[in-house]
């Protein structure tokens, strides 16, 4: 699994990348996680308020900072299927 963190590395981004990884580690699962903070890059998903979060190229989360346990929801399909 491929996770992109977008954000110019902000507070929320942070907090996203921080949320992110506890929900990673909690489902214990392989995934590479890594942050962009190239704004034409961020811009190029489509997203124009950060924090972003891209899984396996697919933007799922945008413009707030979710729980761990929210992030939770949304890898967990991803996991199974």
Same mark, same amino acid.
């Given at each position: 699994?491929? @996770?992109?963190?977008?954000?110019?590395?902000?507070? &929320?981004?942070? &907090?996203?990348?921080? %949320?992110?990884?506890? *929900?990673?580690?909690?489902?214990?699962?392989?995934?590479?996680?890594?942050? !962009?903070?190239?704004?034409? *890059?961020?811009? +190029?998903?489509?997203?124009?308020?950060?924090?972003?979060?891209? %899984?396996? +190229?697919? %933007? !799922?989360?945008? +413009?707030?900072?979710?729980?761990?346990?929210?992030?939770?929801? @949304?890898?967990?399909?991803?996991?199974?299927?």
């Amino acid at each position: 699994m491929h @996770i992109k963190v977008l954000g110019p590395g902000c507070r &929320n981004c942070v &907090n996203l990348e921080r %949320v992110t990884r506890e *929900a990673v580690d909690a489902l214990g699962i392989e995934a590479e996680i890594e942050k !962009v903070t190239d704004y034409p *890059a961020i811009a +190029g998903y489509g997203v124009m308020s950060t924090p972003g979060l891209v %899984v396996d +190229g697919e %933007v !799922v989360l945008y +413009g707030r900072v979710p729980t761990a346990a929210q992030v939770r929801e @949304i890898l967990e399909p991803r996991v199974a299927g």
